[in-house]
């Protein structure tokens, strides 16, 4: 008698398989507006901009003023061509002490120390006082950016040292 049981459920299956099938077979699944496939091909590409740096047009120097009080680096600098305003120059300060960069003033407010006209600016850069009374040796490593929508050009460089003591032997040398 528990044979005839399993044959009954095996009898049922049997039936109701291809019922399923059927059942699914001929009611898919909803077709929606939310479909990944279109017709229209879009394309783009991307790409930068290059921005000509600024140009040193001149030695830059150090001025140790009195026992290096109050020194400050005089960099001599035009825009390149096509950025004459103040706006698009980015200055970046780097205190430079035993090789190894140990602040940067970024940002630094150029254009509140810079004067001239586009075919050449004078900036004048505090040196800090410590670096200036002390000296040891002190860097300064002073980036001049053009900057236009959001991008940067490569800078222009200027190394400043402060001297050895209240700014004797300072200097100044343009780098790049």
Not at 35 to 59: C, M, Y
Request: proline share 9%; aromatic share 8%; glycine share 12%.
């Amino acid at each position: 008698m528990k044979k005839a049981p399993k044959r009954v459920l095996a009898s049922l299956g049997a039936l109701l398989l291809p019922l399923v099938l059927l059942f699914t077979a001929s009611s898919p699944h909803s077709v929606t507006e939310a479909a990944w496939q279109r017709d229209e091909v879009v394309r783009g590409s991307f790409g930068t901009i290059t921005i000509p740096p600024a140009t040193l047009n001149g030695p830059c120097e150090y001025h140790p003023v009195f026992l290096g009080v109050g020194a400050y680096v005089r960099v001599f600098w035009k825009p390149p061509a096509g950025y004459p305003n103040l706006t698009d120059t980015v200055m970046d300060v780097h205190l430079v002490t035993a090789g190894s960069t140990v602040t940067t003033l970024q940002g630094y407010p150029g254009p509140s120390n810079t004067t001239g006209s586009p075919a050449g600016y004078t900036t004048d850069i505090p040196a800090t006082l410590l670096g200036g009374l002390l000296g040891f040796n002190t860097q300064f490593n002073i980036d001049i950016f053009t900057s236009a929508n959001g991008w940067r050009s490569t800078p222009v460089s200027v190394r400043a040292n402060a001297g050895i003591l209240a700014g004797i032997g300072g200097s100044c040398t343009n780098v790049a």
